[in-house]
């Protein structure tokens, strides 16, 4: 069965360093997400992604994020200058119709 | 702004009882609703769907719920509780013309032997 995966599974930065989380989604899917989940909060929405440009975004998702799709397996999240807020489980997803499958996440630690 | 309220942070049941987990949602227009559960250190796996038709829905594992509109609920059930049922459930809904899905705080179920 196709699945979402994430590289790496772990990562940890020290606090203003870049970093660069990579997802491969399911192959025919066509919308493509990004969520992150705080220790102990809620699943939050970051971006959604198609068509190669971001369809919507939330609040979190400011100047220092940005997403790609290098190629056309690849979708990527890149935090520029990592805070310790920053620090989370960060979870891509992608969509068949209505239903988001999700990834297994990277856990971003920030030192 | 969508919101989502799953009520009761733990629930801890015994193997065989029912399972019984509850989300509401504020929207004046029927979004789309998702139960996803979560065991340790993996990521978020689909339980059910209610998109549109028929308001109650089956899952995998035994799991069923029913779109209440009357009572903005989506409740998650199962008549007996399995020890490998235990992990952490998040109700999500999605609104009409966003694909975003809008997550409650979650449900972490403990099934007692």
């Known amino acids: 069965e196709p699945e979402v995966t994430q590289t790496p599974s772990h990562q940890v930065t020290q606090m203003g360093q870049e970093v660069i989380l990579r997802c491969v989604p399911i192959s025919n899917h066509l919308y493509f997400y990004w969520y992150r989940q705080i220790l102990g909060q809620k699943v939050e929405f970051l971006v959604s992604?198609?068509?190669?440009?971001?369809?919507?975004k939330s609040e979190i998702f400011d100047d220092q994020f940005s997403v790609e799709r290098p190629d056309g397996s690849n979708f990527t999240l890149k935090i520029r200058s990592t805070k310790l807020e920053d620090s989370a489980m960060y979870f891509c997803a992608s969509t068949e119709r209505d239903t988001q499958y999700f990834g297994p996440g990277t856990r971003l630690t920030v030192l | 702004a969508q919101s989502v309220t799953q009520l009761g942070s733990h629930v801890s049941v015994s193997e065989g009882a029912l399972v019984l987990l509850r989300c509401n949602y504020s929207?004046?227009?029927?979004?789309?609703l998702f139960w996803y559960v979560q065991y340790p250190n993996q990521g978020l796996q689909l339980l059910l769907k209610?998109?549109?038709?028929?308001?109650l829905v089956k899952g995998i594992n035994g799991f069923e719920a029913e779109f209440k509109k009357s009572e903005t609920s989506f409740h998650l059930t199962k008549p007996s509780a399995h020890m490998s049922d235990a992990a952490e459930y998040f109700c999500a809904v999605s609104e009409a013309g966003r694909r975003a899905l809008t997550f409650g705080s979650g449900t972490r179920l403990q099934v007692q032997p």
């Open positions: 929207s004046s227009v029927p979004p789309y």
């Open positions: 992604f198609y068509n190669n440009e971001i369809s919507e």
């Open positions: 209610y998109t549109t038709g028929a308001t």
